[in-house]
């Protein structure tokens, strides 16, 4: 085992956290032991070699990124956030909007069965009202999850939490694995971002998704990330957190509505 030097464990913390909001400090065997097999598949013996060489390739960037964040969804997880996007966004949603359209984003969005749950969860809904527009916007900073999330080949185990409704309309099942239907793919557009980088986003989101992301984050990585998210929603839009998370500090216009539910501006979500 190549082990880091106080001083290359101190770069290595100091970059990931300035750069991707990331907080490596009590994470040294973790790092020591993923990168391990990096570095021996390039002949190098210690980590300022490989630190030398990430300078020089960027696209290097992705390995590193892809060993040290754990990418860990599967379809309804955390329940709560589906049935109440099911219960009193849409039809709120269903009262209001004039366009048809929703604005949603799922941030950190992994292998992207949080997207696609969300899409199954609004397509069920507005089965008896069509012409929605139930496009997600979902995005990660690893490359190697954004692959996995399109090639949407899944097990029998990976549905298991799915109504068995939802794998006869949205599932082609061929030998033992589940391919999901093009009706339900084609509604997530992924993209890769860095969600310490600004936003460009053109338009603001009726709902934002970001559960079990902020947890990796430093504190100020954290309550910046939130400010954003705020300023990105729309007048009355929600913002998801996964349950194991708080938001501590207050944010001007974001108001708690349950555990892991927060609204921006308004207050008359019935639950």
């Known amino acids: 085992m190549i082990q880091l030097t106080d001083d290359e464990f101190s770069w290595l913390v100091t970059y990931i956290r300035n750069n991707y909001g990331i907080d490596l400090s009590k994470k040294r065997l973790l790092i020591e032991a993923r990168m391990y097999s990096v570095l021996v598949k390039h002949d190098f013996t210690s980590f300022s070699q490989y630190f030398s060489y990430l300078k020089q390739n960027e696209n290097e960037l992705n390995?590193?990124?892809?060993?040290?964040?754990?990418?860990?969804?599967?379809?309804?997880?955390?329940?709560?956030?589906?049935?109440?996007?099911?219960?009193?966004?849409?039809?709120?949603?269903?009262?209001?909007?004039?366009?048809?359209?929703?604005?949603?984003?799922?941030?950190?969005?992994?292998?992207?069965?949080?997207?696609?749950?969300?899409?199954?969860?609004?397509?069920?809904?507005?089965?008896?009202?069509?012409?929605?527009?139930?496009?997600?916007?979902?995005?990660?900073i690893s490359t190697k999850v954004l692959a996995e999330a399109q090639q949407r080949v899944y097990s029998a185990e990976d549905l298991q939490n799915l109504p068995e409704s939802w794998k006869r309309l949205y599932f082609t099942q061929s030998d033992d694995v589940f391919l999901l239907k093009d009706e339900i793919r084609r509604e997530v557009i992924f993209r890769r971002l860095n969600l310490m980088e600004d936003f460009h986003f053109q338009r603001p989101f009726d709902l934002i998704f970001c559960r079990n992301v902020m947890i990796y984050f430093t504190k100020e990585a954290k309550d910046s990330l939130i400010r954003k998210f705020c300023n990105m929603l729309k007048p009355g839009g929600y913002l998801f957190i996964g349950h194991s998370e708080n938001i501590q500090n207050e944010v001007p216009d974001l108001h708690y509505v349950e555990p892991s539910i927060y609204q921006k501006g308004r207050l008359d979500a019935k639950r």
Not at 85 to 95: A, G, S, T, Y
Not at 98 to 127: N, P, Q
Request: charged share 25%; proline share 4%.
């Open 63 to 140: 390995t590193l990124l892809n060993k040290l964040t754990t990418n860990h969804t599967y379809f309804m997880r955390e329940p709560r956030h589906f049935d109440f996007l099911r219960e009193v966004i849409l039809p709120q949603q269903l009262k209001e909007n004039r366009e048809h359209s929703l604005r949603i984003w799922s941030a950190g969005c992994s292998t992207g069965e949080e997207a696609y749950t969300a899409v199954m969860t609004m397509k069920d809904f507005f089965r008896q009202s069509p012409g929605w527009d139930t496009r997600i916007l979902a995005t990660d």
